[in-house]
T-cell receptor, first 113, second 116 residues
Framework: DQQVKQNSPSLSVQEGRISILNCDYT??????FLWYKKYPAEGPTFLIS?????DKNEDGRFTVFLNKSAKHLSLHIVPSQPGDSAVYFC????????????FGKGTRLSVIA | SAVISQKPSRDICQRGTSLTIQCQVD?????MFWYRQQPGQSLTLIAT?????????ESGFVIDKFPISRPNLTFSTLTVSNMSPEDSSIYLC?????????????FGPGTRLTVL
C-alpha cells in the first residue's frame, strides 16, 4: 500500500517551458514534504521542501505547491533546462520528522533542447 | 551539506555470499540511515544506525540479514548476508540535515549490487 504516489513514471518537456511533477499522498499525518533529484549513478540530491503550514515554497526556478485538502503536491520547474533531466522523487514524513521518510517511485523528467 | 562516500560503488556477487558496504561522512552526524532501491521501486528504509546503540530496523528487515555497524559518528557499514538474486538493488546511506532534522536527509552515491 503506497502512501506516496507519483503516477507519472516519465515526463518530457521542451527546454524553456514549465515542468510540472505531481505527487499524491494518503497519510493525513504527513506534515513535511520533500523533493529529491537523482542523476544516474548518483544518490538522490535534496532539492526543496515544504511544511504543511505552508502552501507554497519557492527556490529559484523551483517551486513546490501543497494542497492539503487534496493530499497533493507538485513541483514546478521554470524555465526547464536540459540539466534538469533526472529522476525526481517525492518524499514525506510525519510527526515533524520523528518518523521515517516515505518515498514515491519517482518520475523521470527529460528536458529536450 | 555533508559529503558522503560509499564503497564499493558496484559489485556482482554469487548467491549465498555476503557483501559489506561502507559509508563514510566528512562530518560527525548522529543518525545515519540505510535504504534500498529495488529496480523500478521507490527508496525503502532498511534501518537507522545510531552510534553507540543497536540499529533500528524497519518492518520486513532483520538484523540477521542486514547487520549494521556504527563504530563512530562518521562511519557505518551495512552487510547483505546470504544473498539471493532478490537482493539485487541499489543500497544507499544517508545522514540527517546538519541542523538535526531527520526528515531532510542527504544521500551517498549508492552501491549497485547484482546477485547472480
Amino acid at each position: 500500500d503506497q502512501q506516496v504516489k507519483q503516477n507519472s513514471p516519465s515526463l518530457s518537456v521542451q527546454e524553456g517551458r514549465i515542468s510540472i511533477l505531481n505527487c499524491d499522498y494518503t497519510n493525513s499525518m504527513f506534515d513535511y514534504f520533500l523533493w529529491y533529484k537523482k542523476y544516474p549513478a548518483e544518490g538522490p540530491t535534496f532539492l526543496i521542501s515544504i511544511s504543511s503550514i505552508k502552501d507554497k515554497n519557492e527556490d529559484g526556478r523551483f517551486t513546490v505547491f501543497l494542497n492539503k485538502s487534496a493530499k497533493h503536491l507538485s513541483l514546478h520547474i521554470v524555465p526547464s533546462q536540459p540539466g534538469d533531466s533526472a529522476v525526481y522523487f517525492c518524499a514525506a514524513s510525519a510527526n515533524s520528522g520523528n518518523t521515517p521518510l516515505v518515498f514515491g517511485k519517482g518520475t523521470r523528467l527529460s528536458v529536450i533542447a | 551539506s555533508a559529503v558522503i562516500s560509499q564503497k564499493p560503488s558496484r559489485d556482482i556477487c554469487q548467491r549465498g555470499t555476503s557483501l559489506t558496504i561502507q559509508c563514510q561522512v566528512d562530518s560527525q552526524v548522529t543518525m545515519m540511515f540505510w535504504y534500498r532501491q529495488q529496480p523500478g521501486q521507490s527508496l525503502t528504509l532498511i534501518a537507522t544506525a545510531n552510534q553507540g546503540s543497536e540499529a533500528t530496523y524497519e518492518s520486513g528487515f532483520v538484523i540477521d540479514k542486514f547487520p549494521i555497524s556504527r563504530p563512530n559518528l562518521t562511519f557505518s557499514t551495512l552487510t547483505v548476508s546470504n544473498m539471493s538474486p532478490e537482493d539485487s538493488s541499489i543500497y544507499l546511506c544517508s545522514v540527517e540535515d546538519q541542523g538535526g532534522r531527520t526528515d531532510t536527509q542527504y544521500f551517498g552515491p549508492g552501491t549497485r549490487l547484482t546477485v547472480l
